[in-house]
């Protein structure tokens, strides 16, 4: 009788627990290999780009005497702090809820000679950034020569404008701030017919699953590569950065950028190669996983751009929404799932 026709007949007396289930018993009681399916998830991974931020905020303030360079990050960051209404900036700068891109943090040098820090023949150089009030095109001024303020005499090139993109991506250490990363044990020996590991054959993956649990960030999440590698300690989990720099876990796929505020599924495509790392990572039963992604501080422009005109839960209100963008903000808490099918023989072979 075959396995199958076995399975058939049997079948009636095991109402409810499927022809596949009762194949593996037979199998496994025959020595033969057998499959078990399983789908299993991990702990939750929370990462707070709000707390990214802030961490940024207080770099800019701790190192506010270090360098002419810090000291101009710290004037920049409390120029936009105070485009907010209503909001303390001094000591402590924070970023507006809505940050505008261009900025005159030291002023602004306009045509016409009837300001009060008169400049050479056809300029004006209005030195308090608030009365800077009048419809201004950003002529973007190079940082170096906004150091020490601006000279009326000798203005610079440009007319103060800073693009805050730009400054962003020039303050030391960015990189490292807005690097996210978060790391969970997988263990599919807590399955009770899996504790000899020496059993497992081989893992087949079928699907890797994001659950997105919640989801208040301002932007769209960029790209997150995921990692795989041996159990590690419970310390070392807690430091994802230093498991992936160390290469103590590897990289097997790319789950693609996730739409603002998405909560619920994301299915990660994965290429042979992908597939194959997981799977070895998986034959021992027990698993690192870790995921992470580069924060943008802020978005690129463009992309704020389309996101603040285009989805009305993204506009401040009273804003002139493409001229300036959010806070980067929000927090992210998703968990990764392993749907598998592991093939295992009774005997070791």
Not at 139 to 161: H, M, R, V, Y
Not at 231 to 244: Q, R, S, T, Y
Not at 250 to 273: H, R
């Amino acid at each position: 009788m075959t396995l199958r026709r076995a399975c058939l007949v049997a079948g009636l007396a095991l109402a409810g627990s499927g022809c596949e289930i009762l194949q593996s018993e037979i199998q496994r009681a025959l020595g033969a290999d057998y499959d078990i399916p399983l789908q299993q998830e991990g702990p939750d991974m929370t990462v707070d780009v709000g707390e990214q931020v802030t961490k940024l905020e207080d770099e800019i303030f701790d190192k506010r005497n270090e360098s002419d360079e810090a000291r101009q990050n710290y004037e920049i960051l409390v120029a936009l702090c105070k485009t907010e209404p209503g909001k303390v900036c001094e000591p402590q700068a924070r970023f507006p809820k809505l940050i505008p891109r261009y900025l005159w943090p030291y002023g602004c040098i306009v045509d016409g000679n009837d300001g009060v820090d008169a400049g050479p023949a056809g300029f004006t150089y209005i030195s308090d950034p608030e009365e800077c009030t009048m419809p201004l095109t950003c002529e973007k001024t190079d940082l170096t020569a906004l150091t020490n303020g601006i000279d009326p005499q000798n203005p610079p090139a440009g007319n103060g404008c800073v693009d805050i993109s730009d400054w962003l991506s020039q303050i030391e250490g960015l990189d490292e701030i807005t690097q996210v990363a978060q790391a969970a044990k997988a263990d599919l020996s807590e399955h009770g017919s899996l504790k000899n590991v020496k059993q497992v054959k081989k893992v087949t993956i079928n699907r890797v699953i994001f659950h997105f649990k919640e989801n208040s960030f301002t932007y769209a999440i960029p790209a997150m590569d995921a990692f795989v590698g041996p159990p590690v300690g419970e310390e070392e989990v807690k430091d994802a950065k230093a498991l992936i720099a160390d290469s103590k876990v590897t990289l097997f796929g790319t789950l693609s950028e996730t739409a603002a505020k998405f909560t619920g599924e994301k299915d990660m495509s994965l290429n042979a190669e992908g597939k194959a790392k997981l799977s070895d990572a998986l034959r021992s039963l027990k698993a690192t996983v870790a995921a992470q992604a580069n924060f943008e501080v802020p978005p690129e422009t463009v992309a704020a751009d389309a996101d603040n005109c285009r989805d009305p839960a993204h506009l401040p209100t009273g804003a002139s929404p493409c001229e300036g963008f959010p806070k980067p903000d929000g927090l992210v808490k998703l968990s990764v799932e392993l749907a598998v099918t592991v093939t295992v023989n009774p005997q070791g072979k």
